[in-house]
């Protein structure tokens, strides 16, 4: 999994780099904001409920322009996902670490207000699961290029808006859904579950 992210960031570089040198309609960006994630669970064992976490998101974006109103953008982004779960025994948060790339396309509907569309892979990358109640706190960190407990690439998709304040500053508000389930073998310690995240988010163009 690690051969595959290393890969996506240099194809992405790769293309930054070749981009910036022969169009100056191609321009580099940065983002970053809040993740409010959650789950949603699949069939296995889920006998359970959860509710949404806090997270953050930030990364590169590469803006492509291919006509009048449509642009290829896609992102290289460091996110974090996970959920809590609250019981008679106590409070579970998983917080998940992923490598993500959005391969988007960005339709302008209206003045300054953009529709962006397209699918995502996610790369897997630790998991942080922690567990309180009233006796203490209880952490633990797995490395997941060691574990065979959750897939390492998922594919998604992503729906939202960018809102351009100006031609170098923007806002966005999105939602990604994993396609795919992070195992097909649920148990009550590693129960099947898409992941969901609501994303808001400052974009900056150079």
Do not use: C, W
């Amino acid at each position: 999994m690690k051969k595959l992210a290393v890969l996506a960031i240099a194809l992405f570089i790769t293309g930054v780099a070749n981009a910036q040198s022969t169009d100056k309609a191609i321009r580099l960006g940065a983002k970053a904001g809040v993740n409010i994630s959650n789950i949603i669970k699949d069939d296995g064992n889920n006998d359970f409920k959860t509710s949404y976490i806090v997270g953050y998101h930030a990364g590169v974006t590469l803006d492509i322009k291919l006509l009048q109103n449509l642009a290829f953008t896609p992102e290289l982004l460091y996110s974090t996902k996970g959920y809590k779960q609250t019981s008679t025994f106590g409070e579970f948060t998983q917080r998940t670490h992923f490598i993500e790339l959005p391969i988007l396309a960005s339709i302008t509907l209206a003045d300054k207000l953009n529709l962006v569309v397209g699918p995502q892979v996610s790369f897997l990358l630790s998991t942080n699961n922690k567990f309180e109640n009233g006796f203490g706190t209880v952490e633990q960190k797995i490395i997941e290029d060691n574990s065979d407990r959750f897939k390492k690439s998922l594919v998604g998709g992503v729906i939202g808006f960018r809102y351009d304040i100006n031609n170098q500053v923007g806002i966005n508000g999105r939602y990604a859904l994993d396609f795919q389930k992070n195992n097909e073998n649920g148990t009550s310690q590693n129960p099947e579950f898409k992941n969901q995240v609501f994303q808001v988010g400052l974009g900056i163009k150079f």
